[in-house]
């Protein structure tokens, strides 16, 4: 499975970015999928996840009333619309995609993107 993000830049305090993450190769019908990021001096944070129906959504409660995921299985992707951007908002943003095999017991796989750099200037 590879995973490809983009929609990273720059932008303004208040302004708004839309990221994707585009999905190739063995892709599993019942993977969920999310997207974390990584501020220099911080731990990476989970930032938002969702089931392959879309059915249960997380957000961190730094992003809540702000971001929004979705996805679109038919195209494989997913979506992280991110508005009223904060200076605190800046990281880079890592997609990935999680899936149990059919073994037993089952394996988790996770894979990852390479990430997205947001800078949010203030």
């Known amino acids: 499975v590879q995973l490809v993000e983009s929609g990273g830049g720059l932008v303004q305090a208040g302004g708004s970015l839309r990221l994707s993450c585009a999905a190739s190769?063995?892709?599993?019908?019942?993977?969920?999928m999310g997207w974390y990021r990584e501020a220099p001096g911080k731990q990476r944070e989970l930032v938002a996840a969702?089931?392959?129906?879309?059915?249960?959504?997380y957000y961190a409660d730094s992003v809540k009333g702000r971001f929004t995921i979705s996805r679109d299985n038919a195209q494989n992707t997913m979506y992280l619309q991110m508005n009223s951007l904060k200076s605190e908002d800046t990281a880079v943003y890592y997609c990935y995609t999680s899936e149990f095999g059919t073994s037993d017991p089952p394996t988790l796989s996770v894979y990852w993107g390479q990430g997205t750099q947001v800078t949010v200037s203030s």
């Open positions: 190769g063995s892709t599993s019908s019942n993977n969920d």
């Open positions: 969702i089931t392959n129906s879309g059915s249960t959504i």
